[in-house]
C-alpha cells in the first residue's frame, strides 16, 4: 500500500489506478483568476514575474488555495530557455511572445552550460512552493519540448509554424543541431527543477501537429526519448508528462518511442487510444475541450462524467486537452473539481 501522504498525482503517475482520478487544470496558474491580474499588475513585465521567486511562488498557489487540486505547477514559461541561450525574447501585451534574431547554433551551444544558472530562480520558486505546498498536493516542473521552442526561435513569434516546417525540410542538419542544443539545455534545466523540488516534469510539445510520420519521429519522438534518457542518467527518477498535442493518430508513435512514464492527450483523443495506452503501461491525462469548461452548463457535467467513466478504470488523471482559456468563469472551474474530487468547492468569483 502507498504511504496515505504519497501524493493522488504521483500515485498515478507510478501507475495506480485510484478510486477518483487526481485533476489539475493545463495553465492553471494566471490566465482567468483576479488575484493574478492583481499580482501581475505589480511586475514590470511578464519575464521579470517568472524570474522573480517571491511572486511566482505566489502566482503558483493561487490556484491551488483556490481549489482543492492535487497539483501546483511551477509559474514560469516555455521561452525562459531561449533567454537563458542568449536569444532575446519579450511579450508585446495582448499579443504574445516576440523573439530576437535567431543566433547562430554554435553560439547558442557556447550558452548551454551558463544557462542553467540563469534559471536558477526558477528553482528557487520551486523550493519555495515545495515548503509551503501541503504534502498530499505535488509539484510540477516543465519545460517547452525542443520542436515546440524551436518554433518560436525560428520564426520569432508565436504562428501557423508554416516556416517553421518549412526549415524543418530546407535545413534539415540546422534543425537537428538546434535540437540538440535545446535537448542538453533542456535536460539540464529539468534536472536542476528536480533537484529544486519539482515532483514530476511536463514537456509541453504545444505544436505537435501537422507533421508526417517520419518528421515526427525525428523532431517529436527522438528528442523527448534523449531528455529522458539524459535525466535518468544523471540519477533522477522524477516522473515524466508528455504533451505532444495535436499528434492525432501519431500518439500511439510517440507513446512507443518516448519513455514518458504519463502520455498528456489533447481534446480529440478517443476513449479506445486512451485505453490501448494505459493497456501497454502509460498513465494518461486530459482531455476535457478548454472550450467546454469555458462553455459550462448540462454538457460539461456530462463530458466531465464521460471521461471519469473511459478512463478512470486505468491509471488516469483528469486534466483539459490545453489550457485554461483565459475568460473561464471561475464557477465551472469549481463545479468541475467538486464533480471529480466530490469535495464541495466554493464558487465565489
Ligand atoms: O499555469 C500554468 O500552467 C503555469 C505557467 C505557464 C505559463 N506558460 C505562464 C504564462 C505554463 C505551463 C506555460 C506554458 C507555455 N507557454 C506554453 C505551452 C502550453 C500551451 O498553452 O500550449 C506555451 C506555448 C507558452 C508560450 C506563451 N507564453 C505564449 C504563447 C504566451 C502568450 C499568450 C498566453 O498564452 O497567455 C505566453 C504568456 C504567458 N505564459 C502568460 C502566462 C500566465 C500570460 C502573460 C501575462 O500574464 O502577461
Redesign the pocket.
Known sequence: MSDPITPRLLRALTGETLERPPIWF??????SLPEYLEL?AKAAD?ISFCMNPEMAAEATLQ?VRRFPLDAA???????LIPQALGQDVW?EAGE??RLGALPDIAALADQVEASTGRLANIGETLSRVRAELEPERALIG?A?APW?VAT?MIEGR?SNREAARRFAYEQPEKLDALLEVLVDATARYLIMQAKSGAQALKL?E?WAENLAEDVFERIVVKPHAAIVERVRAAGVTTPFIGFP?GAGALVENYAQGSPVECVALDTQASAAMGRRLQAQGKTIQGALDNLLLLAGGPALDARVEQLVEQWGGGPYIFNLG??IM?ATPIPHIARVVSQVTGKSVKAAA
Open positions: 493545463m495553465r492553471q496558474a494566471g490566465r501581475r511578464f490556484p505547477i511551477v509559474f514560469a514559461d516555455i521561452l511579450f504574445g511572445p516543465f517547452g515546440t518560436y508565436g509541453f504545444s498535442r490545453h489550457g483565459p
